[in-house]
């Protein structure tokens, strides 16, 4: 393999010839091979338009020049178009504020500009990833701007899943609502309930904890760009703030806006914190969900036996025909994980010290670990067992009367 020396304040550093990240990044990946896992997409996307708006907002301000300006611009429309991901390297759990994954950001970005402006790979003397890429910028505000709009646009995936499950439970509610059955307290016999009115109350469970979901949107459309290092805005021309984030809500198609308290922006994680609670609230009440699903389902012989549930798969190796709940058993797993994933959100959350938390890219990948299981299962759980499921009515009545 071919290298090429790219100098920076440490020194030089040999790198891939035709890589588009810098010395940056060379050190970085070396140090932070932690999860094996490079960046999520809408963490690139999100860091993409930050540069792109930066660039705007800078040209517009008269404190960069338009040939460079431009070609951070084009750079940053090859990145959102799909090109160069694989130049994005550095771990999801990487340095103390993102700024790893910052300085990634930079150096493709001014890579794949050099190359626009027809020089070559690391001839940062023409445009340079910090005093050109990153100029009005520190990663204390664009790495926590950029995590808001990452889980937006996560989220955005999310609640359309989050609506399919409650719509299939709720068309579960209406089919059962004729047949009942005992209800139970403590697992214990208690007074008639319809399985229907069971359903019913899932639907509504879900739908209350997704409007606590929804409610946490507000805070994360508030963000820190602009703030620069300690939040005061430092280094940053007069009218930046406004362009950038208006550009950048633009280019998003969020509503973005100002956070007014620019320090608390950067000293407090609150709308990352709130989300991912929101997060595990929902996958507490899912994961109750999945425990009585199982629950009904349980025997042929032996159990409850009321509701049978569809086959996926085999369900043992050892004894032909069973049929586990095998998704509702993957959806416990999941709701579990979710739930693990938001107390590191909150110990990391708690982490700030003074003018900054720098515990950010674990908190990202939490909630994004989080919402990618939402969003990649509950389809599957809606489809493949809710709506499958169906009603043991035979046994409803002997236990029905012999508990009464």
Not at 49 to 69: F, P, Y
Not at 207 to 235: F, M, Y
Not at 377 to 401: S, Y
Request: some cysteine; overall charge positive; aromatic content about 6%.
């Amino acid at each position: 393999m071919r290298n090429r020396s790219d100098k920076d304040s440490l020194g030089t550093v040999k790198i891939p010839a035709d890589a588009y990240y810098g010395p940056f990044t060379g050190r970085a990946i070396k140090q932070y091979h932690v999860t094996g896992q490079n960046p999520h997409p809408y963490l690139i996307n999100s860091f993409a338009m930050i540069k792109r708006s930066a660039a705007i907002a800078n040209m517009r301000t008269k404190a960069l020049d338009r040939k460079r300006g431009n070609a951070i611009v084009k750079a940053c429309d090859k990145i959102l178009a799909g090109k160069y991901q694989d130049q994005f390297v550095v771990d999801m759990i990487n340095s103390g504020a993102g700024t790893a994954f910052n300085m990634n950001t930079n150096e493709v970005v001014a890579n794949i500009a050099l190359k626009i402006l027809h020089k070559g790979l690391g001839q940062y003397k023409y445009l340079h990833p910090n005093d050109h890429v990153n100029m009005s910028q520190s990663s204390n505000d664009t790495f926590p701007t950029a995590m808001h709009v990452a889980i937006l646009f996560a989220i955005r995936d999310t609640l359309p899943a989050i609506d399919k499950l409650i719509n299939s439970l709720g068309r579960k509610a209406k089919q059962f609502s004729s047949y009942k059955k005992v209800g139970r307290t403590h697992l214990m016999d208690a007074l008639p309930v319809t399985l229907g009115s069971e359903f019913a109350s899932y639907t509504t469970a879900l739908t209350v904890a997704r409007d606590g979901i929804v409610s946490a949107k507000k805070e994360l459309e508030k963000v820190a760009l602009g703030g620069t290092a300690v939040g005061t805005g430092a280094n940053t021309p007069n009218g930046y703030r406004s362009i950038v984030i208006t550009e950048l809500a633009k280019k998003s198609k969020l509503p973005l806006r100002p956070q007014q308290d620019m320090q608390y922006a950067l000293q407090s994680r609150y709308a990352v914190a709130s989300m991912s609670s929101a997060l595990k609230n929902f996958s507490v009440e899912l994961s109750k969900i999945a425990n009585d699903i199982r629950l009904m389902a349980s025997g042929p012989i032996a159990g409850l036996s009321e509701l049978d549930i569809p086959a996926v798969h085999a369900g043992s190796s050892i004894m032909p025909g069973k049929v586990n709940p095998s998704l509702a058993e993957c959806m416990n797993m999941i709701c579990y994980s979710i739930i693990g994933n938001d107390t590191t959100v909150t110990l990391a959350t708690q982490a700030g010290q003074f003018e900054l938390n720098v515990m950010l890219p674990v908190m990202l990948k939490a909630v994004l670990d989080s919402t990618d299981m939402l969003t990649n299962f509950l389809p599957i759980f809606a489809a493949n067992l809710i709506d499958g499921l169906t009603a043991n009515k035979k046994n409803f009545k002997p236990t029905l009367k012999k508990a009464l």
